[in-house]
């Protein structure tokens, strides 16, 4: 056998074995630590017992007992116990020294949910025996006079309030349908008790009516309540607890309507209680939040001689200026490419797939990266990018290390995504925002290629669009950038010069591009479809330019190559088709539309497909097939086509509308005349 006097030499005393208290010890433990004084006898039998809980105002009053439990004692003890007046519920399970097994674990969650079950069966007795019974106290009641020790002290009038028998304050609580549910009692001391077995949940008490328009305050308690509606005139509905400000402020909401103006006045808690409630009742329901700027409620705030009314009063902001004063000052738009790039705005790149869109963005990254002062004539501002990169890593990287070979670059002031993630979801964006919060400098551009990759749900859906450009709208205010959305144009003709999927992406956009690829040889042509702010761009034009990388060789050893965007000079211009021509394509639209019915789409001229060939064929004697061939998109050409190239139409629902404001505005005054 081993020697273990050296192993418990040295003062060493083996752990001494936990010592279990009896179910029933724990559970009058549990019930202390929780402020109730439990009972000297505890039946763990599942049904509901009630006894004198000791709390507040319910020890001395004969067969009051507020306090409650449920317990099994069967298996695992377990149950719930709590004081309906204090409002205390609390969950228990018997601690046996060991973890319990998943067999004890479903039976102590079905235990728990068979607890619930039975306290809420008492409870709806208990509501509806309360109900009577306060209803008899309320209508017995006096009305109470000024000087109650309670008002006297709070400073405040009885605005209806009530005096119970034995002196104490008396004011209800009604439900949403005017019905009395429960009453709260305030002794002179400030004390206050709610009827036992009212339902207190959602229930409020307005003091003081009003036929103007103005605001409805909210408050947690009956004096704080009085003093608004006292320092304001306007009417001040009493929710009695912090809890309780949420669903009351839901239930108003609800009634007014969403042009009610709500001020829910929050209590300046240490805790934090009062101010933590109103902040959700003001942002989930749309009102005003109040709060004293030092610690009590709106009683005490006038009660140490502040001017009550002039807190209440909605805050003066230079929301609304003068046009003068909004005009005096110039605000120059601040670009990070001039013309093409603009700071802290959304931007998208389109473009068919392996057209070229990524290596122009990239070109525009590495040159503000990498601090090169111009691109195709355009100043570049210097700063950092941050790129999420969805796809391609691999050529990604390659065209990279090409662009800092044939720029002469060696730094760049750039960071990389190593893959993609679903933005538009809480996880993903936190991805982000945390990533980018570790950069040692703010990004002036966050790049997001592809928005396919980032995006989860349907590009075509207008709602899961929307979550995606919320995601970006957080990010430019987080870090005060621009976001570069790069996208794929559709796959028909009609669709090369939008982007794919829902219209609320180019609603939402501060400047949109096309990467137009050349055909025959032609360069890549970059056009700018929208400017909000400024004046649309002159295309530009590029070409992709192989370039060897350095030191980079494949598997057979020959030297690997990449492509970079290098400016070209503009095609050569093809000989301009007589102005007629086109003039003569407008006619036929608008006579077209006319003979049509001109109809009208969102206050523009729309004609039909069909419409405008039935036109061609009956009034122009063209043959069906020829109308086809007018009617056809791709042909750049012919009628259709020719408009869409000239942004004259654009294709809606089964035709087209007409978008150039000069030939829109004639067309309807032909109509009108």
């Keep these: 056998m081993a020697n273990l006097t050296g192993i418990f030499s040295g003062g060493f005393t083996p752990p001494t074995e936990k010592r279990i208290d009896p179910p029933d010890v724990q559970l009058k433990d549990a019930m202390l630590a929780c402020g109730l004084e439990p009972p000297e006898y505890l039946a763990m039998d599942g049904k509901l017992h009630r006894f004198r809980s000791g709390t507040k ?20 003890p377990a149950g719930r116990f709590g004081c309906w007046r204090s409002g205390i519920e609390q969950t228990w399970v018997a601690d046996t020294g060991r973890t319990l097994t998943p067999a004890e674990q479903m039976a102590h969650a079905m ?71 429960s009453l709260q009692y305030i002794a002179h001391d400030g004390g206050k008790l709610y009827h036992p077995g009212g339902q207190t949940g959602g229930k409020f008490w307005q003091i003081g009516v009003s036929d103007e328009p103005g605001p409805l305050y909210i408050a947690e308690g009956f004096a704080t309540a009085a003093s608004i509606h006292e320092a304001s005139g306007r009417p001040c509905v009493v929710a009695y607890s912090a809890s309780n400000l949420v669903p009351v402020t839901g239930a108003l909401r609800e009634r007014l309507g969403v042009s009610a103006e709500l001020v829910v006045v929050a209590d300046n808690d240490a805790s934090g209680v009062g101010q933590k409630y109103a902040e959700q009742a003001c942002a989930k329901y749309g009102a005003r939040m109040v709060i004293p700027p030092e610690q009590g409620d709106a009683n005490d705030w006038q ?54 869109k990524t290596f122009v963005v990239l070109d525009w990254c590495l040159r503000m990266a990498a601090g090169l002062p111009v691109w195709q004539g355009c100043k570049v501002r210097p700063a950092s990018v941050v790129y999420l990169a969805g796809e391609g890593h691999h050529g990604l990287r390659g065209r990279i290390a090409a662009w800092k070979h044939h720029n002469s670059v060696s730094s760049l002031k750039m960071w990389l995504s190593r893959d993609g993630c679903d933005l538009n979801t809480p996880a993903g964006y936190l991805r982000v925002l945390e990533q980018v919060r570790s950069l040692p400098e703010r990004p002036a551009l966050i790049v997001v290629d592809t928005l396919h990759r980032f995006l989860l749900g349907d590009e075509n859906s207008a709602q899961d669009a929307k979550t995606m450009l919320d995601a970006c709208a957080a990010l ?83 030297p690997v190559t990449s492509a970079v965007a290098v400016e070209a000079e503009p095609p050569e211009a093809k000989e301009e088709k007589k102005d007629s021509k086109m003039a003569g394509h407008k006619k036929m639209l608008s006579e077209g539309w006319f003979s049509g019915g001109a109809e009208e789409r969102h206050g523009q001229p729309y004609v039909s497909r069909s419409a405008l060939k039935a036109y061609m064929v009956s009034k122009l004697a063209m043959k069906e097939s020829t109308a086809d061939t007018y009617l056809r998109p791709g042909k750049d050409d012919h009628l259709i086509g020719a408009l869409l190239l000239a942004d004259v139409i654009t294709p809606h629902e089964h035709g087209w509308i007409v978008t150039s404001p000069e030939m829109a505005s004639a067309m309807l005054l032909r109509k009108a005349i």
């Design 303 to 356: 009660a140490a001689g502040h001017d009550l009314a002039m807190l209440l009063s909605p805050p003066v902001s230079d929301w609304l200026i003068p046009a003068d004063d909004f005009a005096a000052q110039p605000a120059p738009i601040e670009w990070l490419v001039k013309l093409w790039l603009q700071a802290e705005a959304l931007i998208m790149v389109h473009g068919p797939s392996g057209g070229g």
């Design 111 to 181: 235990r728990l949910a068979e607890a619930r079950a039975a306290r809420e069966a008492e409870l709806a007795k208990q509501h509806e025996v309360a109900s009577d019974t306060v209803t008899i106290i309320w209508e017995s009641a006096q009305p109470a006079s000024p000087d109650h020790p309670y008002l006297a002290r709070k400073g405040i009038q009885p605005h209806g309030a009530r005096v119970t028998g034995d002196g104490r304050l008396v004011v209800p609580l009604y439900s949403e349908d005017g019905t009395l549910a």
């Design 476 to 558: 430019m205010s987080e870090f005060r950038c621009a976001v570069l959305l790069v996208h794929h144009t559709g796959v028909s003709d009609e669709a090369q010069h939008r982007a794919r999927g829902s219209s609320a992406w180019r609603g939402a956009l501060d400047i949109e591009i096309s990467v137009v690829p050349g055909k025959d040889g032609a360069p890549i042509e970059l056009v700018q479809r929208k400017s909000k702010d400024a004046e649309q761009a002159a295309p530009r034009y590029c070409h992709l330019e192989s370039v060897a990388i350095p030191g980079w060789y494949d598997e057979d050893g020959e």
């Design 57 to 76: 105002g319910s020890g001395g009053k004969g067969g009051d007992k507020p306090g409650w439990y449920i317990v099994f004692g069967d298996g695992v």
